[in-house]
Antibody, heavy 120, light 107 residues
Framework: QVQLQEAGPGQVKPSETLSLTCSVS??????????CRWTRQLPGKSLEWIGD???????SYNPALKSRVTISIDTSKNQFSLKLASVSADDTAMYYC????????????WGPGTMVTVSS | DIQMTQSPSSLSASVGDRVTITCRSS??????LNWFQQKPGKAPKLLIF???RLQSGVPSRFSGSGSGTDFTLTISSLQPEDFATYYC?????????FGQGTTVEIK
């Protein structure tokens, strides 16, 4: 059974960098048939795709966030990470990691999410 | 960006009712359409991928249809555990975009 778990600080100061990790169990982040993804949900709002990374290291980012986002994979720890630079209150959200199938483009496995508040 | 518009934004229904939620994309997305269910405080759960393909483990009362720009999620007989918010999401082009959500409430 594939399980994902987000981890990181619950609060980040404005202008600093938000850093989250997603630990994967029951599957390898190095699988060529799957992608790893970050999605966020602002309070009371819909969902917003942040970006994907494939085992090759290739990434795809939301153009609205691209200048501030970095997603990376650590195969030795079987986890992947999100860095979002220069955060503001607009980045306060629930952050989810997920894993999806390249062929179906659908992410069936999600972590429970972690709430990040941007505040001084 | 491709805009995804769901209707209605919310609906009230009773257990046993047939419920239909629609999702319209601002341009042709073929069948690159997923449906998710989200309950309060929980992560989204994938129900349907490829517009009509039922994710493993999802009850058969859920079904999806459509292609191009118009899509439908149907719950054939609403169960108590189905009261939640439902989102469509296109995976045809970057950025993948979600609809605004449809909340199914108890009547």
């Amino acid at each position: 059974q594939v399980q994902l778990q987000e981890a990181g600080p619950g609060q980040v100061k404005p202008s600093e960098t938000l850093s989250l990790t997603c630990s994967v169990s029951g599957a390898s982040v190095n699988s060529g048939s799957y992608f790893c993804r970050w999605t966020r949900q602002l309070p009371g709002k819909s969902l917003e795709w942040i970006g994907d990374i494939h085992n090759s290291g290739s990434t795809s980012y939301n153009p609205a966030l691209k200048s501030r986002v970095t997603i990376s994979i650590d195969t030795s720890k079987n986890q992947f990470s999100l860095k979002l630079a220069s955060v503001s209150a607009d980045d306060t959200a629930m952050y989810y990691c997920s894993r999806g199938n390249v062929l179906t483009t659908a992410d069936a496995n999600w972590g429970p999410g972690t709430m990040v508040t941007v505040s001084s | 960006d491709i805009q995804m518009t769901q209707s209605p934004s919310s609906l009230s229904a009773s257990v046993g009712d047939r419920v239909t939620i629609t999702c319209r994309s601002s341009q042709n997305i073929d069948t690159f359409l997923n449906w998710f269910q989200q309950k309060p405080g929980k992560a989204p759960k994938l129900l349907i991928f490829g517009a009509s393909r039922l994710q493993s483990g999802v009850p058969s009362r859920f079904s999806g249809s459509g292609s191009g720009t118009d899509f439908t999620l149907t719950i054939s007989s609403l169960q108590p555990e189905d009261f939640a918010t439902y989102y469509c999401r296109q995976s045809y082009s970057v950025p993948g975009t979600f609809g605004q959500g449809t909340t199914v409430e108890i009547k």
